[in-house]
């Protein structure tokens, strides 16, 4: 199904008004903080759980794992596009992408979505915080610069709203879950709501990482050269990943002699600046988890990381069978210099030394 077929006119009205009141939805979050205040005050947002990393790295598999559980309340398609403020739209979200009918995401790799699926949405929030950040033809790393006390407020009761939408009983125990792939340029000035989290930050190796991200964007220029709204949409929940509205994360200033986004090598370059700041800010909270692991061993690997993120492994590894491996890619590494080889090679075994699994 493509977004023309998901997205009608009366869909892409809704999305465009939703897209361009953010004012607006901010000030309805306000008026739920209030309203909302006794239910809000009883839940607990204290060990939240962050997927973060480049794309095409297994995050989406690793969000629907968690949220399979039963024990996360994550943000999911119901929620869109008046993300702001989700208790308020969540009576009345069942009456456009609320069902549970499936279809093929947008990156036509066979996974399936509905309004019931967990996704990734919460950039918005910040783009609402930081709309400059997102202007350029990069994204720059967070620094402690960049700490804002009415974010930290607004995360936090946010957090505590995705759980009280996503419970089906007031007494329901459920932890925040995100998968949020530009948290990992958050990883060295984290605000005050995400220090007490984990992040959970997949790999895969990199040579087929970089093909995988190059494969999506050349897909994505297609579909935003044949619907406009696709860009709209990706551009307002702040997927900036691929196709023309691609904004890379300049780690270490990476982006300022990179190639064009059209050749392998820049794909793996920008895999090698943003692991190596994963690695240079990954500390007791941070769970590297190499995905190729993951689907060679997953009992093993998932029984682990239920261990470290405090979920009961029976819950996980019941879903062993779900894992496959990924798509593989034929490379041509001979386009790469010999340098980058070595780095990507030596980068990619010092994550599996250090990744618990």
Same mark, same amino acid.
């Given at each position: 199904m493509t977004f023309e077929d998901r997205y009608g006119w009366l869909d892409r009205l809704l999305h465009r008004t939703a897209f361009r009141a953010g004012t607006a939805q901010h000030?309805?979050?306000? @008026?739920e903080n209030i309203l909302y205040r006794d239910t809000l005050s009883s839940i607990s947002v204290d060990d939240p759980v962050f997927i973060t990393a480049l794309p095409r790295s297994g995050t989406t598999i690793v969000l629907r794992l968690l949220w399979n559980t039963g024990r996360f309340a994550s943000h999911t398609y119901q929620d869109m596009p008046f993300l702001l403020c989700p208790l308020f739209w969540d009576r009345f979200s069942d009456q456009f992408d609320g069902g549970t009918q499936t279809t093929e995401r947008a990156h036509g790799d066979g996974l399936q979505v509905s309004g019931k699926s967990p996704e990734a949405f919460e950039e918005m929030i910040w783009k609402h915080f930081w709309p400059d950040a997102y202007r350029g /033809?990069?994204? $720059?790393?967070w620094s402690d610069d960049d700490h804002d006390p009415a974010f930290d407020t607004f995360?936090?009761? %946010?957090?505590r709203k995705v759980v009280a939408v996503r419970r089906d009983a007031p007494s329901a125990d459920l932890r925040y879950l995100s998968k949020n792939n530009l948290n990992i340029a958050r990883l060295g000035a984290l605000p005050r709501p995400l220090e007490a989290g984990t992040f959970v930050v997949p790999f895969r190796a990199p040579f087929q990482q970089a093909a995988s991200m190059l494969q999506q964007h050349e897909r994505f220029l297609q579909l %935003?050269?044949?619907?406009?709204?696709? /860009?709209e949409y990706m551009e307002a929940i702040g997927h900036h990943e691929f196709g023309h509205g691609l904004r890379? @994360?300049?780690?270490?200033g990476w982006v300022d002699d990179a190639p064009e986004p059209t050749s392998l090598a820049f794909w793996v370059r920008y895999w090698i600046a943003a692991y190596q700041h994963v690695l240079a800010h990954a500390d007791e909270n941070t769970v590297l988890l190499s995905y190729d692991r993951l689907v060679d061993e997953p009992r093993t690997a998932l029984s682990r990381l239920a261990d470290l993120i405090s979920v009961d492994p029976s819950a996980l590894?019941? $879903?062993?069978d779900q894992l496959r491996p990924p798509r593989? %890619?034929?490379v041509e590494t001979a386009a790469l210099s010999s340098e980058t080889r070595r780095r990507a090679a030596a980068l990619h075994e010092t994550l599996k030394q250090r990744a618990p699994l």
């Open positions: 000030a309805l979050s306000d @008026v /033809r990069c994204i $720059q790393p995360y936090e009761s %946010h957090m %935003h050269d044949d619907d406009d709204f696709v /860009r890379p @994360v300049n780690f270490d590894t019941g $879903q062993a593989s %890619h034929s």
